[in-house]
C-alpha cells in the first residue's frame, strides 16, 4: 500500500469525559466490535477509580497495565483506528491533555443524567484551543436522564461549540425505545444487551414511513416525527466541514454498557473523522504524504521495572514511513539516534513491528536520552508545536532532607519531570525549587519514586501561589525592567523560559495593569 492509501485509512482519536459518564465502557464496546477483545470487562483493570485518590500505590499498580491500554489500535470496515487512552483521574489532567496533542479528532461522553461536567470543561477547552473536531456520545439512555434539548442546550452554552444532532432518541429511562439516526436514517430499536454485538438496525430513508409505528407504537412514532421535523428545522444541515474544522459537533444518543449506539457511532466517526493532517512544527507546516518521517514524543511511560531505568516513549507519527532499526535525527539534543526495540499497539497486545505510518503510535525503549515535545526526524532541524505546560494549581517548594545526596534528588526530579510527572519551576533568587501539578497525588508520586528509584529524600513546603505566567514582551528593555523589578517572584521552567510567579488573581491582575506592555500566559506556548 501507498503512503497516501495508509494515511487514508488512519484514524487516531481520544475519549474524553468526566470519570464515570463511561469512557471506559464505550472503550470496551468499541473493542468487541474492533474484535480487539472478545468479552466485556477486559479494559476495566485499567480504570483508577475515584476512591483510589487517597490510594496512590494502587495508581502505581496500574501503570504496568496502562502501558498495554495506552493505545488501543484495531481495524475496522478496512480503517484502522487508534484509540489513546486518557487517564479519567483529574490529578492526571496533564497527561490527558499531552495525549490530545497526538490525536486527530475527540469523541466526548456525556452522561445524560448529570449533563456537562467540569473536567469536560476543561478538556473541551484543549480541543477547542487546537480545533480538535469533536463527536459527542450522549450516554446512559436507560436511565431517566435530562431532556435532550436542554442538554443540547447546556453543551452549547457550557463547551461554547456547536451542537447538530445526528440520532434522536425514542423515550429514556424505563420506556427508553432507541433512536433513530438522521445520518443513516435507520431506526435503531433498544435491546439491553451487555456483551452481544449490535444489530444493524433498520433502514428508513422516510421519517413517515408506517414501519416505525409498528416498531414503536403510534404515540411513540409521532413524536420522534415531531421531533426529527424541529430539529431539521431548527438546526442548519450538518456540514461535515464545519466539525472537521472543530466548530460543530454532531450528537449521538446511546447506552455503552448496553452495547447501544456503539455501532451507529462507530459507523458514523469512520465516516465523519478526519484522516491525519498537516501539522505545524516551529519552523514549517509537514504534511503526512511527505516520504521523509517525522514525529514527536507526546508520552513517556517509566518505572516498569524500578531497577533499570527503562521507559517507553509514545511517539506520534506525523509524516512519511517510520522503520525499526533505521537511525533518526534527535533534533533537540543534534544527534542521531537508532531504535531497535519498538512497540506497536494492537488490541490489548504489544506487539514489534517493522513500520508504522502517519496517525500510528509507536512506542521506543529508551534510556533517558528523550523527553516530552522532543522531535525526531530524517535529518531536517525541525521542532513540532503544541504540547504546551498549562499552568499548574497546586505548588510546592523541594526541600532536600539529605545534602549528600544533593545530585541525586537533582537527577531525578529532572528525570519525573522529563516524564511529564510535574512541572519544575526553579526561582532566580536563590535557585529555590518548586514543583508544580494540578492535582495533590503527584507530590507523593514524587516522593515515593525520588526514595526508591534515586535514593533521594525531600519533602514539600506548601507555598501560597495563584498561577506561574509564562512572560514575554515585544519590547527586550521592558522585559529586563520587569524582570529586575520583580526578581523574587521570577523563576525558570524546564525549558528556562521565564516564569512570573503570581501569589493572588487579584495581585496579577495590578501587575498586569501596572506592567502594559509585558504579556501573561497560561500555557507554555504562545
Ligand atoms: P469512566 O471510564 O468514564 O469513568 O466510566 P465507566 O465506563 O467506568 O462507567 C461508569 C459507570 O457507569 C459504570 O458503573 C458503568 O457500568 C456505568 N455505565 C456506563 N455506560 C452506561 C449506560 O449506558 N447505562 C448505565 N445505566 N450505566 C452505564 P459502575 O457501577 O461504576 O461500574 P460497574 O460495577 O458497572 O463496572
Not at 31 to 44: C, D, E, P, S
Not at 55 to 71: F, H, L, N, P, Y
Not at 106 to 112: A, E, F, G, K, S
Not at 341 to 353: D, R, Y
Request: a neutral charge.
Amino acid at each position: 500500500m501507498s503512503l497516501k492509501e495508509e494515511i487514508a485509512k488512519r484514524r487516531t482519536f481520544g475519549i474524553i469525559s468526566h470519570p464515570d459518564a463511561g469512557k471506559t465502557t464505550l472503550t470496551e464496546k468499541l473493542l468487541l466490535f474492533g474484535g480487539a477483545i472478545q468479552t466485556a470487562g477486559a479494559v476495566k483493570s485499567n480504570k483508577i477509580k475515584m476512591h483510589a485518590r487517597s490510594d496512590w500505590m494502587e495508581i502505581e499498580k496500574q501503570r504496568g497495565i496502562s502501558v498495554a491500554t495506552s493505545v488501543m489500535g484495531f481495524n475496522y470496515n478496512g480503517i484502522k483506528i487508534n484509540l489513546l487512552d486518557t487517564p479519567g483521574h483529574q490529578d492526571f489532567a496533564e497527561d490527558t491533555y499531552r495525549t490530545l496533542s497526538a490525536v486527530d479528532s475527540v469523541v466526548m461522553v456525556i452522561d445524560c443524567v448529570k449533563g456537562v461536567e467540569i473536567q469536560t470543561e476543561k478538556l473541551m477547552e484543549v480541543c477547542r484551543m487546537r480545533k480538535t473536531p469533536v463527536i459527542c456520545f450522549i450516554n446512559k439512555l436507560d436511565r431517566e436522564g435530562r431532556d435532550p434539548y436542554d442538554l443540547l442546550d447546556e453543551i452549547e452554552a457550557k463547551l461554547d461549540i456547536k451542537v447538530r444532532p445526528l440520532s434522536w432518541p425514542i423515550s429514556m429511562g424505563k420506556t427508553f425505545k432507541g433512536v433513530y439516526s438522521l445520518f443513516g436514517k435507520s431506526l435503531h430499536l433498544f435491546q439491553p444487551s451487555k456483551n452481544k454485538i449490535e444489530n444493524k438496525g433498520l433502514n428508513i430513508e422516510d421519517i413517515n414511513d408506517p414501519r416505525i409505528d409498528e416498531q414503536i407504537g403510534a404515540n411513540d412514532a409521532a413524536q420522534i416525527r415531531e421531533d426529527v421535523e424541529l430539529i431539521e428545522g431548527v438546526y442548519p444541515e450538518f456540514d461535515v466541514n464545519e466539525y472537521l474544522a472543530g466548530n460543530i459537533a454532531p450528537v449521538f444518543f446511546g447506552s455503552a454498557v448496553n452495547n447501544f449506539g456503539v455501532r451507529e457511532l462507530l459507523d458514523s466517526f469512520i465516516k465523519l473523522a478526519p484522516p491525519p493532517k498537516a501539522r505545524e512544527t516551529e519552523e514549517r507546516i509537514i504534511e503526512p504524504n511527505e516520504t521523509k518521517f517525522s514525529g514527536f514524543v507526546f508520552k513517556i511511560h517509566a518505572n516498569m521495572d524500578p531497577n533499570h531505568r527503562n521507559r517507553i516513549a509514545f511517539i506520534r507519527i506525523c509524516s512519511g514511513k517510520f522503520e525499526r532499526g533505521k537511525t533518526y535525527h534527535h533534533v533537540r539534543a543534534d544527534k542521531k539516534i537508532r531504535f531497535s526495540n519498538v512497540t506497536a499497539f494492537m488490541a490489548q497486545e504489544k506487539e514489534l513491528v517493522d513500520e508504522a505510518w502517519p496517525g500510528d503510535i509507536v512506542g521506543l525503549y529508551d534510556t533517558g536520552n528523550l523527553k516530552i515535545g522532543d522531535t525526531l526526524t530524517e535529518g531536517e532541524k525541525v521542532t513540532y508545536k503544541g504540547i504546551p505546560s498549562f499552568s499548574p494549581e497546586i505548588f510546592k517548594e523541594v526541600v532536600n532532607k539529605d545534602a549528600m545526596k544533593t545530585k541525586q534528588l537533582d537527577k531525578g526530579l529532572n528525570q519525573l519531570m522529563e516524564e511529564g510527572v510535574a512541572q519544575l519551576f526553579t526561582y532566580e533568587l536563590g535557585s529555590r525549587k518548586v514543583v508544580g501539578t494540578v492535582g495533590a497525588l503527584q507530590f507523593e508520586v514524587i516522593q515515593h519514586r525520588l526514595k526508591h528509584e534515586y535514593g533521594a529524600t525531600c519533602d514539600f513546603m506548601s507555598m501560597n501561589l495563584y498561577k506561574a505566567c509564562w512572560i514575554s514582551s515585544k519590547d527586550k528593555k521592558k522585559l529586563n525592567e520587569f524582570v529586575d523589578s520583580k526578581f523574587r517572584h521570577i523563576a525558570k521552567d524546564k525549558d528556562g523560559k521565564l516564569v512570573f510567579m503570581a501569589e493572588s488573581r487579584s495581585w496579577l491582575t495590578m501587575v498586569q495593569d501596572n506592567f502594559p506592555d509585558i504579556e501573561f500566559h497560561f500555557t507554555s506556548e504562545f
